[in-house]
T-cell receptor, first 115, second 116 residues
Framework: GNSVTQMEGPVTLSEEAFLTINCTYT??????LFWYVQYPGEGLQLLLK?????DKGSNKGFEATYRKETTSFHLEKGSVQVSDSAVYFC??????????????FGTGTLLAVQP | DTGVSQNPRHKITKRGQNVTFRCDPISEHNRLYWYRQTLGQGPEFLTY????????KSRLLSDRFSAERPKGSFSTLEIQRTEQGDSAMYLC??????????????FGPGTRLTVL
C-alpha cells in the first residue's frame, strides 16, 4: 500500500541552524510528493511539491528533492528562523504527474526554533 | 478568493447525537476533499468529490458518515449516532483539477468535533 514515514519530533533548533526533516515513502507507480506546513492556529498550507523523480521543489528557502532510488523526499533549509516554527507534514498522491484525488500524509514533525 | 471556509469551527455534542459540518470551497474549484485529523497524527483521507459526484470513499468512512455535494459547490459531512472515537478535526480541501495538470489542494481551517 501507499504510506509516508517522517521523522518524529519535536525538532528543536537555534535560529540560523540547518534543518533537515526526513521523509520516506512507499508507493506503487510514480506518486507525486508534497510538503505541507501548519503554523500555530492556522490551516494546512502547501509548502512545496515535486511531481517526478529528481524534481526539486522549493519555496521560502525550503527545498526537497524527489529521490526515487531511496524513496525519499527530505525537507531542508539552510538557515531557519523563529517564524519557521510549525508542524511539517510530508504527503504523497498516488497518481503521477501531480494530479491528485487524495493525499496520504505522514504523522507530522513539530519544529521549534529558538532565538 | 476568500479561501476554503468551514462551519462550524467547533462542535461539542453528546454521544449518540447527529452532527453536520459544512464546507465552502474556493469558487470554481471542481474537486473537494474531506479528511480527518486526530491529535498527533496527519490528516487521513475520507472522501472526494469531482463536481457533484462522489468518486472515492475511504474504508474509514463507516455507514454512520455521509457526505454530499449536491450542486457541485458546497459540501456537507454528516455523522450519525456520534461516538467518542469520532472526536477529531475534520478538514476540507478543494482544488481545481484539470487533466494533465498538477492540482494543489487548499485546506480550510477545519471543524473540531468533541463527542462527550
Amino acid at each position: 500500500g501507499n504510506s509516508v514515514t517522517q521523522m518524529e519530533g519535536p525538532v528543536t533548533l537555534s535560529e540560523e541552524a540547518f534543518l533537515t526533516i526526513n521523509c520516506t515513502y512507499t508507493a506503487t507507480g510514480y506518486p507525486s510528493l508534497f510538503w505541507y506546513v501548519q503554523y500555530p492556529g492556522e490551516g494546512l498550507q502547501l509548502l512545496l511539491k515535486a511531481t517526478k523523480a529528481d524534481d526539486k521543489g522549493s519555496n521560502k528557502g525550503f527545498e526537497a528533492t524527489y529521490r526515487k532510488e531511496t524513496t525519499s523526499f527530505h525537507l531542508e533549509k539552510g538557515s531557519v528562523q523563529v517564524s519557521d516554527s510549525a508542524v511539517y507534514f510530508c504527503a504523497l498522491s498516488p497518481l503521477s504527474g501531480g494530479a491528485t484525488n487524495k493525499l496520504i500524509f505522514g504523522t507530522g514533525t513539530l519544529l521549534a526554533v529558538q532565538p | 478568493d476568500t479561501g476554503v471556509s468551514q462551519n462550524p469551527r467547533h462542535k461539542i455534542t453528546k454521544r449518540g447525537q447527529n452532527v453536520t459540518f459544512r464546507c465552502d470551497p474556493i469558487s470554481e474549484h471542481n474537486r473537494l476533499y474531506w479528511y480527518r485529523q486526530t491529535l498527533g497524527q496527519g490528516p487521513e483521507f475520507l472522501t472526494y468529490f469531482q463536481n457533484e459526484a462522489q468518486l472515492e470513499k475511504s474504508r474509514l468512512l463507516s455507514d454512520r458518515f455521509s457526505a454530499e455535494r449536491p450542486k457541485g459547490s458546497f459540501s456537507t459531512l454528516e455523522i450519525q449516532r456520534t461516538e467518542q472515537g469520532d472526536s477529531a478535526m475534520y478538514l476540507c480541501a478543494s482544488s481545481l483539477g484539470e487533466l494533465g495538470s498538477t492540482d494543489t489542494q487548499y485546506f480550510g481551517p477545519g471543524t473540531r468535533l468533541t463527542v462527550l
